[in-house]
């Protein structure tokens, strides 16, 4: 129940100190009680391997041309992801009773905020802008209303058809009004999916839906997102209609989320838990349902702002 209760970042801090604790083991001989800077240095070379940043050799065939195929090129980690990196470090020796300040002795402070990995950083930081001109931009292709379309027939279709399970045709009620809400919302994937049912109020005449978000990532001071979203002419993208049946569904499926959680997850044996749904849940649902090229689409609508 508390690993389902973690949220993201503590969750990816987690797996984080399972990666270092195992590098730590299989280099040095070291654990994280006494790591040394130097060992934090190598460890966030080490993960620069798996970097999705791609640096073209001024010689690459593929210097500044955007192409599928591949090259021998280094992949790096952005600036951002070592940053990210580091924090979660400096959040993972605290935990182990490493708070203090920098020191070069085992066990006595907290390595990852060194100088050393400082120095580290700012190289890194001052190795990519002086590449940024070699480093191809990736943008998410634009997600329009006749993708909607062509996404919400695809799943109606199959809630029509391919349903083997009532696990199955939640999934599928669950994605059609998610996918809708975010679309004509434009909110985050990771907000929308903390979004509480009793957040969502009828207008007079059911003539539109007013959503009060209060529980984001985004939001940390108490204040709200609040917007409305009316009924589409077009009944095959409304998304009004897909979160009445949505919610009509799970009351005849008696999966009850007029409390808590208005979008759930599933976990693997497909119960339906009483947690945020979160946009990487999204993406392992939809995984076995959508042919990749649908899948394109969603990956575009999940990062939408």
């Known amino acids: 129940m508390a690993r389902q209760q973690a949220t993201p970042y503590q969750k990816q ?5 399972v990666e270092l604790s195992q590098f730590l083991e299989s280099t040095s001989k070291r654990d994280i009680c006494s790591a040394i800077p130097d060992d934090v240095v190598d460890f966030l070379i080490w993960k620069d391997n798996f970097g999705k940043t791609v640096v073209h050799f001024d010689t690459c065939p593929l210097f500044g041309v955007k192409s599928g195929s591949s090259c021998v090129c280094p992949k790096r980690l952005a600036y951002g992801s070592v940053d ?16 203090a300040g920098d020191s070069f002795f085992p066990g006595i402070a907290n390595p990852a905020a060194s100088p050393l990995v400082k120095s580290y ?3 890194v930081r001052e190795e990519q802008e002086q590449l ?17 379309v062509f996404l919400s027939s695809e799943i109606a279709k199959r809630m029509n058809v391919h ?29 929308l999916g903390r ?4 957040e969502i109020l009828y207008f007079p005449g059911k003539k539109a839906l007013l959503f009060n978000h209060t529980l984001t990532k985004s939001l940390r001071d108490s204040t709200s997102n609040v917007f409305a979203l009316k009924h589409h002419a077009d ?5 009004v209609t897909a979160v009445e049946v949505y919610i ?5 499926l008696k999966i009850s989320i007029r409390q808590g959680f208005l979008f759930r997850p599933l976990n693997p044996p497909g119960e339906i838990l009483p947690a945020p749904f979160e946009s990487a849940a999204l993406r392992r649902g939809s995984r076995h349902i959508f042919a990749k090229s649908q899948l394109l689409l969603i990956g575009t609508l999940l990062y939408m702002v």
């Open 235 to 239: 009944s095959s993208v409304c998304l």
């Open 121 to 123: 950083l700012s190289a």
């Open 13 to 17: 801090r987690g797996a984080l100190g």
């Open 195 to 198: 979004m509480k049912t009793k």
């Open 163 to 191: 349903v083997r399970s009532s696990a199955q045709l939640f999934v599928l009620a669950r994605d059609q009004a998610f996918f809708k809400v975010q679309f004509f919302g434009g909110d985050r994937a990771g907000d």
């Open 248 to 252: 009509r569904l799970c009351d005849l």
């Open 84 to 99: 990210s990196i580091i924090g979660k470090l400096r959040a993972i020796f605290s935990k182990y009773g490493r708070s």
């Open 132 to 148: 940024v001109a070699r480093v191809v931009q990736r943008q998410a292709e634009p997600f329009f209303l006749q993708d909607l």
